[in-house]
């Protein structure tokens, strides 16, 4: 049985931080890469941020750059998402996700169908 679990959710006022964590369980995910997508109400899921494997590659999405920092603790297979300065357009629930563990050099791992694991969710609100 394969699992992302993401505590760390939660009501924050704008211009605060939180940190998303991601943790896995079912097997190792050192060799893959993992990502942040958040699904807004009333829109589709979009992608926030990625890292690789080893964790010396990341990317964001151009609309969070500078505030997010995705980072991952291989030892304890966990995946983290710092959120800094939040918004109120941030308000969304946000989704972790992991690849399958075989590189793929055709993936920018900015789309959901790169990704073969999920998390459950977990509600990001901010208030304004």
């Known amino acids: 049985q394969v699992q992302l679990v993401e505590p760390g959710g939660g009501l924050v006022q704008a211009g605060g931080s939180l940190r998303l964590s991601c943790a896995a369980s079912?097997?190792?995910?050192?060799?893959?890469?993992m990502g942040w997508f958040r699904q807004a109400p009333g829109k589709g899921r979009e992608f926030v941020a990625t890292?690789?494997?080893?964790?010396?590659?990341?990317n964001y999405a151009e609309s969070v750059k500078g505030r997010l920092t995705i980072s991952r603790d291989n030892a304890k297979n966990t995946m983290y998402l710092q959120i800094n300065n939040l918004k109120p357009e941030d308000t969304a629930v946000y989704y972790c996700?992991?690849?399958?563990?075989?590189?793929?050099?055709?993936?920018?791992?900015?789309?959901?169908?790169?990704?073969?694991?999920w998390g459950q969710g977990t509600q990001v609100t901010v208030s304004s």
């Open positions: 890292i690789s494997g080893s964790g010396s590659i990341t």
């Open positions: 996700a992991a690849s399958q563990p075989t590189y793929d050099s055709n993936f920018y791992y900015t789309e959901a169908s790169e990704y073969e694991y």
């Open positions: 079912g097997r190792t995910f050192g060799s893959c890469a």
